[in-house]
């Protein structure tokens, strides 16, 4: 156990929705970073979230938006949802340190349909 | 933004066999990381490597940071039944903070 949540673990819905993923990271850690990963696919980095301010930006779509919360949990909302937009998103989370690694939660499968 | 470049993609070997597997960089990297996934779950930290030329051991895992920090190796010896997964390298410049990964090796290990 990374001591990474993410929910929710499934989530089925049509193109056109709006959803909201969650994360709540390792305890103490501060940084929290999410990744897309479509079928068969490496790890795409979307965004990073440091003690609540945005560090670093991916591969993120504009459709796309993320924040982090006082209490260092963190959400994922995807708006205009397409077929392409199917995939596990997993959130990390590290110190946020130079050399902190990272530690991963176990995925949240979104199915548009 | 920074390239990694993982190989190989796949790799089909007998149980008892050793596994290399290497990743290399456009540009150098602070910090590398190798992680296995196994199916429906999230990527689970091996092994992490910070200095340039360090050799570390995990198990029957190794794997080395090389001397220009643009590449690093992984090697499995003697393979198992449970070493079957996805293995990806990371790699994080600390100018840019984010955690770039490989496409990953997906290794199939036959009985």
């Known amino acids: 156990d990374s001591g990474v949540t993410q929910t929710p673990k499934h989530l089925i819905t049509a193109t056109g929705q709006r959803v909201t993923l969650r994360c709540s990271p390792r305890?103490?850690?501060?940084?929290v970073y999410w990744y897309q990963q479509s079928l068969d696919q490496g790890l795409q980095f979307l965004i990073q979230?440091?003690?609540?301010?945005?560090?670093a930006k991916g591969n993120i779509l504009e459709r796309f938006s993320a924040q982090q919360f006082p209490d260092l949990h963190s959400e994922l909302n995807l708006s205009s949802l397409e077929l392409g937009d199917s995939a596990l998103y997993f959130c990390?989370?590290?110190?946020?340190?130079?050399?902190?690694?990272?530690?991963f939660g176990n995925g949240t499968r979104l199915t548009v349909t | 933004g920074q390239q990694l470049n993982q190989s190989p993609q796949s790799m089909f070997i007998q149980e008892g066999e050793d596994v290399s597997m290497n990743c290399t960089s456009s540009?150098?990297?602070?910090?590398w990381l190798w992680y296995k996934q196994d199916p429906g779950e999230g990527p689970v930290l091996l092994i992490a490597l910070y200095k340039a030329g360090e050799l570390t051991s995990n198990g029957r895992l190794t794997a080395q940071f090389g001397i220009t920090r643009k590449d690093s190796f992984l090697n499995i010896s003697a393979s198992i039944p449970s070493d079957v997964g996805i293995y990806f390298c990371a790699g994080q410049d600390h100018n840019n903070n984010d955690m770039r990964f490989g496409a990953g090796t997906r290794l199939t290990v036959k009985p």
């Open positions: 990390a989370s590290s110190a946020g340190q130079p050399n902190s690694p990272l530690h």
């Open positions: 540009s150098i990297f602070n910090t």
């Open positions: 979230y440091y003690n609540g301010e945005e560090r």
């Open positions: 305890s103490g850690d501060l940084s």
